[in-house]
């Protein structure tokens, strides 16, 4: 392999605006609290839901319930209300072409991710899926990109992360990875800047170039 990337799944393949938040919606009032609108949940997409759920509830019991009931509709029906970024086909196929190893680093459900990406046919450029596991391990992003390394057998130093929040960054971070941010996800540039991202991609378009680059660095340094 040139090099490998590592891809985050929700912002960044993939749009999942409409199931997560029509899930979430469903696990609050499951638990008895009127939720709040589709837009105000926004900014929880991203992070561990089960970080979400406490911060919202305030409970760790409450915040466990309600996890359990986003996953049933989410796993039912929410995980394909979903739709491809445009221009990621291509990018994630040039990079592949290009030889570097792809994988998918994402803190949702590995069973509900290895489903998506299959779904919307981008197992092929893949080598393999990773996610958090059903007891809550890996959801973290930096204990993820961890396994991920160790797993794989991946030179840090060679391993670039693309993401639209905070987490991929920081996470990365922790195992000196660097990120490209992406700003067509759910993060924004000042986020994704202030969490050390080494690069911000306006357009998939522009992500084979940028991952050449930062790799390319590293090589021509070691």
Known sequence: ?????????????????????????HALREVGLEPPLVDQLRRYIGPPLQVTFREILGDDARAAEALGHYRQRYGEAGKFENELIPGIVEAVQALSDA?????????????????????????????RVHGSAWDGS??????????????????????????DRLHDALGAA????????????????????????????????ELPEMVG????KASSTS
């Not at 803190?107 to 197992?123: A, C, D």
């Not at 993820?144 to 057998?153: A, C, D, K, Q």
């Not at 990875?177 to 996800?185: H, P």
């Open 213 to 216: 680059d930062l790799i390319g």
């Open 138 to 163: 890996r959801a973290d992003k930096g204990e993820l990109i961890r396994h991920i390394l160790e797993t794989e057998g991946l030179d840090p130093s060679r391993t670039v992360m693309v993401g």
């Open 99 to 127: 030889g570097y190893g792809l994988f998918v680093a994402t803190s949702k459900l590995e069973t509900y991710s290895v489903e998506i990406v299959q779904h919307f046919g981008l197992s092929p450029f893949f080598r």
């Open 174 to 205: 922790m195992n000196d990875v660097r990120t490209i941010g992406v700003l067509w996800g759910f993060g924004d540039r000042a986020e994704l800047e202030g969490a050390g991202a080494a690069g911000i991609a306006a357009s998939p378009a």
């Open 1 to 25: 392999m040139r090099g490998s990337v590592l891809f985050d799944l929700d912002g960044t393949l993939t749009n999942p605006f409409t199931g997560i938040t029509n899930s979430m919606q």
